[in-house]
């Protein structure tokens, strides 16, 4: 087997990670550990009409200075300088994010800027931090962005339709709170695609050419549980073991990737999801097998592995074919739960493509893709085979 066999590298988990029914209610114990004393929730305009906002509000009671609910999926410079704005008005001191991908990126965004002053853009790129930034407690409501745990954050750059990575180690959240009661009451459609953005954490973590053994082990064993759970949690909304499961494999997944980063997959996501607002995690699950195709011959003996982890009795087959059926495998899994499967069912116009290519050869995550990408028409070829 092909483990990755790395000579050097590093692992960090710097998050501390309570998992539970009911944990949420912690907030507050956690947030006095953290010498937090202002609170400010960040949170999005549906979830501050919920229970669970109010859930967090009563575990932080005096504490809670303010709640912003500004967020809106594909968070953007400008939602974060507005949130910035609030915070240093309430002179909040400690961040509590509930809500997916968009308000946890958010809280990281406005934990930059409420430590180093100024607006967003004045501190894009990478390993621009030079010390630790406020604080932050992630209680997602999602399984499936794994943010919880990692040093980046993806933030829309509305204007110039791009998406902008920010990734610094001091992004890392400092908690976070895994509680399925949080993730019970998310739709059929939400719970799947975002399960498959965990999914592809997995596969870009292992096919990664910064993969090592750590991430290996994590995000194989995400994907063994993500093809148990998720299905069950598609299923049925109110099934809690799938639901707690299903935190702690996007959470898993996250610190996989966080460590041994993405490719080529959430490039080209980031991309389609920037030109034509396709959600994250079906962008990802329309465009993983066929890239797995793409990258096939870099490196199919870790395909191979993901394959067998998705279910395939790979044996007696050529290595090649067996690296195959990991796409085969995951074609038939994200159907099986219903997502869409062509870029043409998200209202992708197929004549910017070729600006999606272009713009996909500039984003980060394509830097550590198993298989060198220079070419915008290679790109192409990929976006034509799922459009
Ligand atoms: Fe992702």
Redesign the pocket.
């Known amino acids: 087997m092909a483990y990755s066999k790395k000579l050097n590298f590093i692992f960090r988990l710097p998050t501390k990670v309570i998992f539970g029914a009911g944990t949420a209610k912690e907030a507050g114990i956690e947030t006095e550990a953290l010498k937090g004393t202002r609170a400010l929730i960040v949170t999005d305009r549906d979830l501050v009409k919920t229970d669970l906002v109010k859930i967090v509000q009563n575990a932080l009671g005096a504490k809670c200075v303010g709640v912003f609910s500004d967020v809106t999926p594909d968070t953007g410079i400008h939602i974060i300088n507005a949130g910035a704005e609030y915070g240093r008005k309430l002179r909040a001191d400690i961040l509590i994010s509930v809500g997916g991908?968009s308000a946890i990126d958010t809280a990281k965004g406005i934990a930059i800027c409420l430590t180093k002053g100024g607006r967003l853009e004045d501190h894009a790129g990478f390993n621009i931090l030079d010390g630790p930034i406020t604080p932050h407690i992630v209680i997602p409501t999602t399984a499936?962005?794994?943010s919880e745990v990692t040093y980046a954050a993806v933030i829309k750059d509305h204007e110039q339709k791009r998406k902008l990575l920010f990734a610094d180690n001091y992004l890392i959240p400092n908690v976070a709170i895994l509680d399925p009661n949080m993730t019970i009451g998310l739709p059929k459609g939400i719970t799947a695609g975002t399960g498959m953005?965990a999914l592809?954490?997995c596969v870009e973590a292992i096919h990664s050419m910064q993969s090592e053994p750590i991430a290996d082990a994590l995000a194989l064993h995400g994907i063994r549980m993500i093809r148990e759970f998720l299905p069950r949690a598609v299923e049925n909304g109110g099934d809690i073991i799938a639901r707690g499961q299903m935190l702690i494999a996007a959470c898993i997944a996250g610190a996989a990737f966080s460590n041994a980063q993405?490719g080529i997959v959430?490039a080209l996501?980031h991309c389609v999801g920037a030109r034509f607002g396709v959600p994250?995690?079906i962008a990802?699950s329309i465009l993983l097998p066929h890239c797995i195709m793409y990258n096939l011959d870099a490196c199919p003996e870790k395909y191979s592995q993901i394959a067998e982890a998705m279910g395939k009795d790979i044996r007696g087959l050529e290595l090649l074919k067996a690296a195959e059926q990991a796409a085969v495998a995951i074609w038939e899994f994200a159907k099986a739960i219903g997502m869409p499967q062509t870029l043409r069912e998200m209202n992708v116009e197929e004549s910017g493509l070729e600006e999606c290519a272009n713009d996909a050869l500039m984003d980060g995550s394509i830097v550590y893709n198993p298989k060198p990408v220079f070419d915008p028409n290679e790109i192409l070829k990929v976006y034509k085979n799922a459009f």
Do not use: I
């Open positions: 991908g499936g962005t794994g953005d592809s954490h993405v959430h996501a994250h995690g990802n």
